[in-house]
């Protein structure tokens, strides 16, 4: 039981130092293509194909460690983040059309909200089967 532990929390440290670096990058993304009046939906789209690109690179490299073929971790990946997304589009959406809040700060704020349901989706959606080591 406390081997399980120290390895989720392992992997969740892991997470959380490559899901700062990653979203500062793509959210400084994100503000440049607002600023070059890409509209916001469009701009979001963007950021989150970038970041799913380098989140799973990463994220199977060195957060989860894991072995699994590539075509079904990846194919897990594309359905969760794909879930994530239309969550996420649609919070922005709803927090910018309906709440009046800048899309500068729905994108955040839907970002930090979606965090936590995002890595248990890889935990226990994508990446079964982590090695158990660090």
Known sequence: MIAEIKVFWSKAWRFIVTGVV???LFYLIYLLLLWLSVPYQIA???CYVLGMLWGYAINKIWSWQDES???RSATA????YGFIY????G????LVEIQQISPHWGGLASVVFLTIPLFMLLDRFVYRSPKARN
């Open 86 to 89: 239309f969550c996420h589009l």
């Open 22 to 24: 990653s979203n500062v």
């Open 77 to 80: 990946y594309i359905l969760a």
């Open 91 to 94: 919070f922005v959406t709803f």
């Open 69 to 71: 073929p590539i075509l």
């Open 44 to 46: 979001v789209t963007i």
